[in-house]
């Protein structure tokens, strides 16, 4: 059994910033990745991290205003967004997976209940 509760959601401006965190409680696994998605539209990878050895894949979209990071002793996943844009508005969602990390939702089987980020204009 996994349960992941995301928290660091909010309403900011074009140009701020959020930190999302992800807790892990139950049985848990090493790989770790963040998804979003907004009304409408597909759910859509945004980061990834190994909590064994750090290895991080990033979104074209995230890359060098997005950080994904741990915290292995609270066993704890974080997203820093920084420089957000209106289009990063989605709701934000952490999953779990055993074995190597994924860009691909459908590979992970364990799931957060999300976290709403709206950037306004």
């Known amino acids: 059994q996994v349960q992941l509760a995301e928290s660091g959601g909010g309403l900011v401006q074009a140009g701020g910033s959020l930190r999302l965190s992800c807790a892990a409680s139950?049985?848990?696994?090493?790989?770790f990745a963040w998804f979003r998605q907004a009304p409408g539209k597909e759910r859509e990878f945004v980061a990834a991290?190994?909590?064994?050895?750090?290895?991080?894949d990033y979104a074209d979209s995230g890359k060098g205003r997005f950080t994904i990071s741990r915290d292995n002793a609270k066993n704890t996943v974080f997203l820093q967004m920084n420089s957000l844009k209106p289009e990063d508005t989605a709701v934000y969602y952490c999953?779990?997976?055993?074995?190597?990390?994924?860009?691909?939702?459908?590979?992970?089987?364990?799931w957060g209940q999300g976290t709403q980020v709206t950037v306004s204009s």
């Open positions: 999953a779990t997976k055993y074995g190597s990390n994924s860009l691909a939702h459908n590979d992970y089987p364990y």
């Open positions: 139950g049985r848990t696994f090493v790989n």
């Open positions: 991290i190994s909590l064994k050895d750090s290895t991080k």
